[in-house]
């Protein structure tokens, strides 16, 4: 996918995705190229992305080092191969959904 495929499919969206039928995690995609990724786990993380090549990559704040994936559509929605290490993740879209990600404040309940 070019990154205006990719905008347009998932702008204004949160995505769940599967690795081999069991939840790996969310991302929600926001206006100017921005995201917010989760686990699942409550914790979430800020992010930007860009194209680079025919890969999206993804620069999170705790991270110096982009995330570079490949995306294609699928039967059953969309799937997400992890560039940097192909033979590691390969990701399902399971659900996707216009509520945004509830995440949870820095060491809550604590």
């Known amino acids: ?3 205006d495929e990719f905008d347009a ?12 039928g069991k ?3 969310a ?9 917010i ?8 993380e800020n992010g930007t992305w860009y194209q680079e090549g ?5 620069l999170y704040e705790s991270q110096s080092e982009p995330q570079c994936w490949s995306f294609r559509h699928s039967s059953n ?10 033979d590691e993740t390969e990701l399902h879209e399971v659900e996707t959904s216009h509520e945004p ?6 060491e809550v309940g604590v």
Do not use: H
């Open 54 to 58: 025919k890969q999206i990559c993804f």
């Open 1 to 3: 996918m070019t990154a």
């Open 27 to 35: 991302e929600e995609y926001l206006s100017d190229r921005r995201v």
């Open 9 to 20: 499919y998932t702008q204004n969206k949160t995505f769940y995705y599967g690795n081999q």
């Open 37 to 44: 990724w989760t686990f699942l786990d409550g914790r979430c």
């Open 77 to 86: 929605g969309l799937v997400a191969q992890f560039e940097n290490n192909p």
């Open 23 to 25: 939840p790996y995690g």
């Open 101 to 106: 990600l509830i995440c949870l404040g820095p």
